[in-house]
């Protein structure tokens, strides 16, 4: 028993003697935090635009009847022109009374406007004149919001995306240089983006106007889209 003994106490020491040191954590490397910028400018291929129609009548009957007419006349022109079914979207249908106000005395009504608008929406710019002109020719006279848009974003994410990444990078060498350093890996990116539009183009047509003659056709063009892509990279210095 007491040779056991002797030999677990001397064992214990040099367990104790092989055990490995604990590792020192390395340490966190120096950063350089920029964010970059780049631009694409897009050709739009869609555009939209509004086009209601506005009917009023002494009675309610007649106020929608009127319109049905008239609104039904219109999208059959949008289509005879080439809209199809999916191109041509009823937006809003509303029904108002008319009322005059006499001093004294309550509100009395006359008769009732209906209105009701649909939204054209076409992947083909060149036509967008010439739907408008149908528009207004088949009875149209309430138009606007004219917006041309680009249907795919993604079409100038890769240049966008490179340009802004390049962008980053030229502003990280740049300060790693002032400082007497070198620029190493990207350790982290994200991105965003935005597109700039332009402002909707008013195309108005007065509510009730006499038509002396045919609508001739609208001038319209479609300009260009600017989509903006912006990263953040952190980037390693040596």
């Known amino acids: 028993m007491k040779r056991f003994l002797l030999l677990v106490s001397i064992a214990l020491p ?6 490995p040191a604990p590792r020192e954590a390395p340490p966190m490397p120096e950063t350089i935090t920029v964010n970059g910028k780049g631009r694409v400018t897009l050709t739009p291929d869609r555009f939209t635009f509004t ?3 506005q009917s009023s009548a002494p009675t309610v009957e007649e106020a929608v009847n009127e ?4 609104m039904s006349a219109v999208v059959a022109a949008l289509k005879r022109a080439g809209a199809t079914d999916q191109e041509v979207r009823t937006a ?4 108002f009374p008319q009322q ?5 005395k309550s509100p009395r ?18 036509a967008a004149s010439k739907l408008l002109q149908v528009a207004l020719n088949a009875g149209v006279n309430e138009t606007s919001g004219l917006n041309f848009e680009v249907s795919d974003p993604a079409r100038g994410r890769d240049q966008g995306l490179r ?11 740049l300060l790693a240089q002032a400082a007497s350093r070198s620029l190493g890996r990207a350790m982290t990116i994200s991105t965003a983006s935005s597109e700039t539009p332009p402002p909707p183009r008013p195309v108005y047509a007065m509510a009730g106007a006499a038509k002396a003659e045919a609508v001739s056709q609208v001038p319209v063009e479609s300009g260009s889209r600017e989509i903006t892509f912006y990263v953040t990279v952190v980037f390693e210095m040596r």
Do not use: H
Not at 92 to 95: D, E, R
Not at 163 to 173: G, L, N, Y
């Open 67 to 70: 319109n049905n007419t008239k």
């Open 163 to 173: 340009a802004a990444f390049d962008d980053a990078r030229s502003q990280a060498a």
């Open 92 to 95: 809003n249908f509303t029904i």
């Open 51 to 53: 086009a209601g129609v």
């Open 14 to 19: 040099l367990a104790a003697q092989t055990a």
């Open 109 to 126: 009504v006359v008769g009732y406007q209906a209105n009701n608008t649909v939204i054209v929406a076409k992947r083909d710019v060149a």
């Open 100 to 104: 005059v106000y006499e001093q004294g």
